[in-house]
């Protein structure tokens, strides 16, 4: 490989069905035909994925209506991260308080979805099926906490990371850092929506808790829900549950 090869997150996601138009993926294409060392580098990329999604520990979410305060338990080595193969996706992100300020780039989470041994590039608005693997990755210019909520039609909220009704996790700074273990997610169907609150300080799960609880007072429905009243940076993403691929 040299300087007018692509670099291995390009050849990363080129692995990612929908992150190219039609014309980059065919000049990378069109470059690995005639490079040996990037289809070699092709190639090992494949394998790392293949091997991650035979490792990979997930969280299991129950098919039945748990209470809010369910707590997920992970399964197998949080040692695992999803990658290698550093594929990323940026979240719109939504308003936030004023008094809460990172340096440089507004923190984001991005995620991918992994269906039936394929890699799917996540978007808003997107149709996701039961059993299902999710992966986050977030970006942020500055050591920070974190917390990744995630919230039904019927009021359901599951913690997704840091696992259980705690609080906050700590994260250094970095770019499209991939959070441990993936989620698989449960027979539900509907909306759903993503949050995930950057704060300086660690926020308890009850104070989000709540903030859900008030905003569904206000709008009654998650897909009207874009931030909450708390102190921090939110990013969030609506999705849909729909029957398939089960």
Same mark, same amino acid.
């Given at each position: 490989?040299? &300087?007018?090869? $692509?670099?291995?997150?390009?050849?990363?996601?080129?692995?990612?069905?929908?992150?190219?138009?039609?014309?980059?993926?065919?000049?990378?294409?069109?470059?690995?035909?005639? %490079?040996?060392? %990037?289809?070699?580098?092709? &190639?090992?990329?494949?394998?790392?994925?293949?091997?991650?999604?035979?490792?990979? /520990?997930?969280?299991?979410?129950?098919?039945?209506? /748990?209470?809010?305060?369910?707590? $997920?338990?992970?399964?197998?080595? %949080?040692?695992?991260?999803?990658?290698?193969?550093?594929?990323?996706?940026?979240?719109?992100?939504?308003?936030?308080?004023? =008094?809460?300020?990172?340096?440089?780039?507004? /923190?984001?989470?991005?995620? @991918?979805?992994? +269906?039936?041994? @394929?890699?799917?590039?996540?978007?808003?608005?997107?149709?996701?099926?039961?059993? =299902?693997?999710?992966?986050?990755?977030?970006?942020? =210019?500055?050591?920070?906490?974190?917390?990744?909520?995630?919230?039904?039609?019927?009021?359901?909220? *599951?913690?997704?990371? /840091?696992?259980?009704?705690?609080?906050?996790?700590?994260?250094?700074?970095?770019?499209?850092?991939?959070? $441990?273990?993936?989620?698989?997610?449960?027979?539900?169907?509907?909306?759903?929506?993503?949050?995930?609150?950057?704060? +300086?300080?660690?926020?308890?799960?009850? *104070?989000?808790?709540?903030?859900?609880?008030?905003?569904?007072?206000?709008?009654?429905?998650?897909?009207?829900?874009?931030?909450?009243?708390?102190?921090?940076?939110?990013?969030?993403?609506?999705?849909?549950?729909?029957?398939?691929?089960?």
């Amino acid at each position: 490989m040299n &300087d007018s090869c $692509p670099s291995s997150l390009k050849l990363s996601l080129f692995l990612v069905e929908g992150e190219y138009t039609k014309e980059e993926h065919s000049t990378i294409e069109a470059h690995l035909a005639g %490079c040996a060392g %990037c289809r070699q580098r092709l &190639d090992e990329l494949k394998s790392e994925r293949e091997t991650l999604y035979t490792q990979k /520990p997930t969280l299991d979410l129950p098919n039945s209506n /748990p209470p809010m305060w369910w707590r $997920p338990v992970l399964v197998g080595s %949080c040692a695992c991260l999803l990658l290698a193969i550093g594929l990323w996706f940026t979240l719109a992100r939504e308003k936030h308080h004023d =008094d809460v300020q990172f340096k440089g780039q507004t /923190p984001s989470l991005s995620f @991918r979805v992994e +269906r039936q041994g @394929r890699v799917i590039a996540g978007r808003s608005h997107m149709h996701l099926y039961p059993n =299902d693997r999710i992966r986050f990755a977030y970006s942020v =210019d500055e050591d920070a906490y974190i917390y990744i909520v995630n919230v039904d039609n019927d009021k359901r909220i *599951t913690p997704y990371y /840091p696992i259980g009704t705690g609080k906050s996790a700590a994260i250094r700074e970095g770019t499209e850092v991939f959070l $441990p273990g993936s989620i698989r997610l449960d027979a539900y169907l509907g909306k759903e929506r993503i949050f995930a609150v950057f704060s +300086r300080e660690p926020l308890k799960y009850e *104070t989000i808790a709540l903030a859900i609880r008030q905003a569904f007072a206000r709008v009654h429905a998650i897909e009207k829900i874009e931030a909450l009243e708390i102190r921090g940076v939110q990013a969030t993403i609506l999705i849909t549950k729909v029957k398939g691929h089960e």
